[in-house]
């Protein structure tokens, strides 16, 4: 059996690539190609919302409010009940909307954003279920949405294993509630940069079996992790635990696009639980160490294996790159 950080499904191996024309948003951003393959017979990934909210500090004060690992706290900004409102959800306060709301005004585009950072989780997570991994981690996961990890997985492979982890404790507790009558699934609260915590965690270890292949997934995480908590650091250590064959899929914010749109957005995250910190295409590159990136590499994440035709015009108000690299 063969495994996804994510907790993810193994099916049939895919002979080939999906279909479709991507231009790199890269150092060679005038470079295309084109791709011919069976998943194109994929089904479209509904929409929703990824709540992320693992790379918040353990202590600190918001607009004079003190917040910290698990903490409650309805006049605080929270980036997960902030990307529930974004999509339409019910979960969030009026701190979220009003902070929401000024991202909004800051990116015009930013609901499009989500809604293809999520679609991007989508395409990669099948794609990795259809190498045949069966076991998929997914870190920062935010609230349970629809077509959530396990779910796609799933329906490549029903056996297919999923362990979502996340630092906020009220993610946790509503994702708990929301999962318990999904099987092969656990939801566990750590903090991602002591991975440790995570690898050795008693619900985890007794889900997956890291002596063989995993899917790691940090979806829109890493950003919220700033430089002091060393994230080449953290995901080394995540990296070294996989298995040779494992596959780890990761979004990150960069201001290599657009920058004064992405400045702006920083500006008001900085007034939530979680402010950012994009990084350039160098810098997430490096987060995948020595895994080897599968094509088209890190683009921007409407160019990485799309449904349909995409060009770079298209996809450059995206401002987060995206890939999926594979362990030697």
């Not at 607009?63 to 969030?92: C, Q, T, W």
């Amino acid at each position: 059996m063969t495994g996804v950080l994510a907790l993810g499904g193994g099916g049939w191996r895919a002979p080939s690539r999906p279909h479709g024309r991507v231009a790199y948003a890269g150092p060679n951003r005038d470079r295309s190609f084109s791709w011919t393959g069976p998943a194109a017979r994929s089904q479209p990934v509904e929409w929703g919302a990824k709540m992320i909210s693992v790379g918040g500090r353990q202590g600190g004060t918001v607009a004079g409010e003190r917040f910290g690992p698990g903490g409650f706290d309805p006049s605080v900004p929270n980036i997960a009940r902030m990307y529930d409102y974004y999509l339409g959800g019910k979960d969030h306060y009026e701190a979220d909307r009003l902070r929401a709301e000024e991202a909004k005004a800051a990116d015009p585009t930013l609901i499009t954003l989500i809604k293809e950072n999520r679609a991007f989780m989508g395409r990669a997570v099948r794609y990795m279920a259809e190498q045949g991994i069966d076991q998929f981690l997914d870190i920062g996961t935010g609230l349970p949405t629809q077509q959530n990890v396990h779910q796609i997985a799933q329906s490549v492979n029903p056996a297919a294993r999923v362990a979502y982890v996340d630092y906020d404790g009220q993610v946790v507790a509503h994702g708990r509630a929301i999962l318990a009558d999904s099987p092969g699934t656990r939801m566990v609260q750590a903090d991602i940069r002591r991975p440790r915590e995570i690898l050795e965690h008693p619900e985890i270890t007794r889900l997956l079996d890291f002596g063989k292949p995993v899917a790691l997934l940090t979806i829109a995480t890493l950003h919220f992790i700033p430089d002091e908590d060393d994230p080449p650091g953290v995901m080394a250590e995540l990296r070294e635990a996989l298995a040779p064959g494992s596959h780890m899929a990761i979004t990150h914010a960069s201001a290599d696009g657009v920058p004064d749109i992405v400045a702006k957005v920083v500006e008001v995250y900085k007034r939530t639980n979680a402010p950012g910190t994009p990084r350039s295409l160098e810098q997430v590159t490096g987060l995948f160490g020595d895994f080897e990136l599968v094509d088209p590499g890190l683009v921007w994440a409407p160019l990485w294996r799309p449904e349909r035709p995409v060009t770079l015009e298209e996809a450059l108000p995206i401002w987060f790159y995206a890939g999926v690299g594979r362990k030697p």
